[in-house]
């Protein structure tokens, strides 16, 4: 089954304690990136990957680093985690950077940090 | 930084009812047009998507969008909706020429819809 996989699906952490959420996905898909959702706010993208070892930033990309070693995972990492990075977070996945692909999402992974 | 707009924050209807919920982007160039659906505690699906061809496309669930481009919209449509279709919707939209972006979705706020059965 084609999917995209995350995990955890929860997380509660402490401000600074470093954490890595992972992703993967078995669509062979070169497009990856990663979303946060807040309410109100829908979704915005924080940062993105065009293929292996290509990544660059997308919108809120601040307080967050990712890695491209591997095709199917693309990790999102908080190197010291904040409460103002409480938020869901979505990896997706797509064919390639050509606008008419469809994008697969996660399951998501709501993160708290207190 | 582009803007995609959903008028509607919250939308409660009663089965039966009929659904348009609004998107409009502010792009002037080529547009690629999703809307995604997110049901409680689950990740986000897409409904349809319009690359080109035919303004008036049809989704899943019988669900249908219109582009109208001199509008910069993309409203989403069901003419009669049921107590399953309660989630939360999102507008998104791809700068299809635009190189240094291509890939990235940008998402409208989202809107609610509860149905009352």
């Known amino acids: 089954e084609a999917q995209v996989t995350q995990n955890p699906r929860y997380l509660i952490t402490v401000t600074g304690k470093k954490l890595t959420v992972t992703c993967s996905q078995n669509?062979?898909?070169?497009?990856m990136s990663w979303y946060r959702q807040d309410p109100g706010l829908g979704l915005r993208q924080i940062y993105y990957s065009m293929n292996v070892e290509v990544t660059d930033k997308g919108d809120v990309p601040e307080g967050y680093k990712v890695s491209r070693k591997e095709k199917r995972n693309f990790p999102l990492i908080l190197e010291s985690p904040s409460p103002n990075q409480t938020s869901l977070y979505f990896c997706?996945?797509?064919?390639?950077?050509?606008?008419?692909?469809?994008?697969?999402f996660g399951q998501g992974t709501r993160l708290t940090v207190v | 930084a582009q803007s995609v707009s959903q008028h509607n924050h919250h939308v409660i209807l009663s089965e039966a009812a009929s659904l348009e919920l609004g998107c409009n982007y502010s792009?002037?160039?080529?547009?690629?047009l999703f809307w995604y659906v997110q049901y409680p505690g689950q990740h986000l699906q897409l409904l349809l998507k319009?690359?080109?061809?035919?303004?008036l496309v049809k989704g899943i669930k019988g669900f249908e969008a219109e582009f109208i481009k001199s509008k910069f919209s993309f409203n989403l449509r069901k003419p009669s909706v049921q107590w399953s279709d309660t989630a939360e919707y999102f507008c998104a939209v791809i700068l299809a020429d635009r190189g240094s972006t291509l890939g990235r979705l940008y998402f409208g706020r989202g809107t609610q819809l509860t149905v009352w059965p």
């Open positions: 669509m062979n898909h070169e497009y």
């Open positions: 792009y002037g160039g080529t547009v690629n």
């Open positions: 319009y690359f080109s061809g035919d303004p």
């Open positions: 997706a996945s797509s064919l390639n950077a050509g606008g008419e692909t469809e994008a697969f």
